[in-house]
């Protein structure tokens, strides 16, 4: 019997039972789908993760005062004095070699802001030109700090669309408008475009001032709280990153990189960092769901087991008229491998089905990959092995007499 | 040469320490185109004599030479092989898979064998066409009567072009009428130089066969031509 014949027999048997074969199947279907279903929920959020940390500015290495600390917490405004704006004036040299589109000095902290009869404890950021640059901002009206503004230190602030909403309500245009930062007059003079919050940090709850200006005029503060630069190509970070160290840690004179007062961290590395915690949620859900596929295959197995005493007689027959062991064999094997497989398609259209309804009903971002579908498909046609092999060799042994006399 | 020889051959059955010896010494010679029935009481050693001679079990003891062959400690696998080119089974009951054509019933050695799918199909037409049942080709099993299953058994019996057809009770759960159009056809083929072992209980069905052999307890009793023959018009 050629494999074409194999398959179409084992069609016709388990045609022949349609409710047995649907029923053995749905424990493939379900396990099948489910995969699918949360590999894809996985790979969506990892997805908008990298798109939400892309929003606040690629290729970022953000330069620390301070010595190394673990974790992805930042500290608040810590009192290291060790960033100037000497190391700011090295770093915009550096970036004369072409390697860098930006260089944001900044420093922020948190203080009461008024504007009208609405009071707020908000974080203010001391920013540069550049700090648009290096971290998207878009303004939507209005404009934004100037290179001027800076060095008169100006009393003016560009605020995002929450800030706005939140100070002066909805629909409102700041622009001209007038805040009290920490007691001082400010004047609004840009609104930026919202950008969506990924969860950690808002990026439209925000207040920008000349650096100058917060530095000197509102915080009394003569130290940076970090230098944010971004790199123009990503390949070039890591040596971006080396080159960086190593002229900050000439200007400090400090000749042991272990005791620099100051980190380097890569976006890069708090990307990964978070993909590498999602990744490793997904596959515990899929190994979970992973259990549920095993729970089939012995429904499987079973299901075989049955449908070989029931068509022992049937084959006694075919071993009579010149079945050998290996054609009853296959035979069964087949049957239960078409089964699963069947069962492994439904489960992947059943998984894109519930995917899709999740994303357009639930607004959960989804990502169904083509290797979740091979994989599954796979593991289906290897479920129908693994299980149908012991039956279809205790079929494969059975005496044609005995099986002739089969009740 | 006889197409079918036994040589003194005994079948002992144990089952953990009990033995029981199902047959106890049987020479039987079968030349080409005889019409040979086996009748005996049950338990008196026919059905295994039909497993020997059907090549479905080994002799314990002696020797069973079919077609020139000796096929008596033969391995399940290469028993398989013979069966399917040597032996024509017709059994009591079950003949056919349950829920399959006709034709596909009929076909089934010729798959086994490794004919190839077009040429089974000319085979089994010609075949169904010779047991009067081509009409009924593409019916499913369990939609024909009893006595054209026997027929479409007899159809499939046939398509190897087998030594022997061995039937084991073939009318056993047929009515006379029926019994006899079936017995008919058995006696048509052999006429047309067919060799058929018939294994029985009923002395009527066994009158119709040429020569009559009778089993009991084991032993072959009696192995005489059949003086009371009587065809079947």
New interface residues.
């Given amino acids: 019997?050629t494999l074409l014949?194999l398959i179409q027999t084992a069609l016709?048997g388990l045609l022949?039972n349609k409710t047995r074969t649907g029923l053995t199947m749905l424990g493939i279907v379900i396990g099948i789908a489910s995969v699918i279903t949360l590999l894809a929920i996985g790979q969506g959020s990892q997805d908008s993760i990298k798109q939400s940390v892309s929003n606040l500015g690629s290729n970022l290495l953000t330069i620390s005062a301070g010595s190394q600390r673990t974790g992805l917490v930042q500290g608040g405004a810590g009192t290291a004095t060790s960033l100037t704006l000497a190391d700011v004036t090295a770093i915009q040299d550096y970036a004369k070699s072409g390697n860098i589109t930006g260089v944001s000095p900044e420093f922020s902290r948190n203080t009461q802001v008024v504007a009208g009869s609405n009071n707020t404890n908000v974080s203010i950021t001391g920013a540069v030109p550049d700090y648009a640059t290096v971290h998207n901002y878009q303004i939507q009206s209005g404009s934004f700090i100037t290179s001027d503004q800076n060095t008169s230190r100006a009393k003016v602030a560009v605020i995002g669309p929450d800030t706005a909403t939140n100070l002066f309500g909805e629909n409102s245009s700041p622009v001209g408008q007038e805040i009290k930062i920490n007691k001082i007059v400010f004047k609004v003079i840009g609104v930026t475009v919202a950008k969506g919050s990924s969860g950690f940090q808002n990026p439209d709850d925000v207040i920008m001032v000349p650096l100058i200006t917060a530095q000197k005029t509102v915080f009394g503060q003569d130290n940076l709280r970090s230098i944010v630069v971004q790199v123009k190509n990503a390949e070039t970070m890591t040596q971006v990153q080396d080159d960086l160290t190593s002229l900050l840690l000439t200007k400090h004179k400090i000749t042991d990189p272990a005791k620099a007062d100051f980190t380097i961290r890569n976006s890069a590395d708090t990307l990964s960092t978070l993909s590498s915690v999602t990744s490793i949620f997904t596959t515990l859900l899929a190994g979970i769901a992973s259990i549920s596929l095993l729970v089939g295959g012995i429904g499987i197995m079973n299901i075989m087991i049955v449908t070989v005493t029931e068509r022992t007689?049937?084959i006694g027959?075919?071993?009579?008229?010149?079945?050998?062991?290996?054609?009853i064999l296959s035979q069964f094997l087949v049957e239960a491998i078409v089964m699963t497989t069947l069962g492994g398609i439904i489960g992947v259209t059943l998984g894109f089905a519930i995917s899709f309804g999740l994303q357009t009903f639930a607004n959960l971002s989804v990502s169904v990959s083509w290797t979740s579908v091979l994989l599954s498909t796979g593991v289906s046609v290897l479920v129908g092995l693994i299980f149908g092999i012991y039956p279809a060799m205790q079929a494969a042994k059975l005496?044609?007499?005995d099986a002739?006399k089969y009740e | 040469m006889p197409l079918l020889q036994l040589i003194n051959v005994t079948k002992t059955y144990k089952t953990g320490v009990f033995e029981y010896q199902a047959l106890k010494g049987i020479s039987v010679d079968i030349d080409a185109g005889e019409m040979v029935a086996i009748i005996g009481p049950s338990g008196s050693g026919k059905s295994t004599t039909m497993h020997i001679l059907g090549a479905l079990d080994n002799p314990t003891s002696g020797k069973y030479i079919l077609n020139g062959q000796d096929v008596s400690k033969m391995p399940e696998n290469e028993l398989a092989k013979v069966r399917n080119s040597e032996i024509g089974f017709v059994f009591q009951a079950f003949n056919l898979l349950p829920r399959t054509t006709v034709l596909n019933n009929v076909v089934l050695p010729l798959m086994y064998a490794g004919v190839k799918p077009r040429d089974r199909i000319e085979i089994a037409t010609k075949a169904l066409k010779a047991v009067g049942l081509e009409d009924k080709m593409y019916n499913k099993s369990n939609q024909i009567s009893g006595g054209q299953i026997q027929r479409v058994a007899i159809a499939r019996s046939l398509v190897n072009n087998p030594s022997i057809i061995l039937a084991d009770e073939p009318t056993g759960n047929l009515d006379t009428k029926t019994s006899l159009e079936v017995i008919k056809i058995f006696q048509e083929m052999n006429n047309q130089g067919k060799t058929i072992v018939l294994i029985t209980h009923e002395a009527d069905i066994a009158a119709h066969c040429k020569r009559i052999i009778t089993i009991k307890d084991g032993m072959i009793l009696t192995d005489e031509p059949n003086k009371n023959f009587s065809k079947i018009d």
Avoid: D
Wanted: hydrophobic share 50%; net charge positive.
């Fill in positions: 019997m014949e016709a022949a007689r049937e027959l075919r071993k009579a008229v010149g079945a050998q062991n290996n054609a005496s044609p007499i002739l």
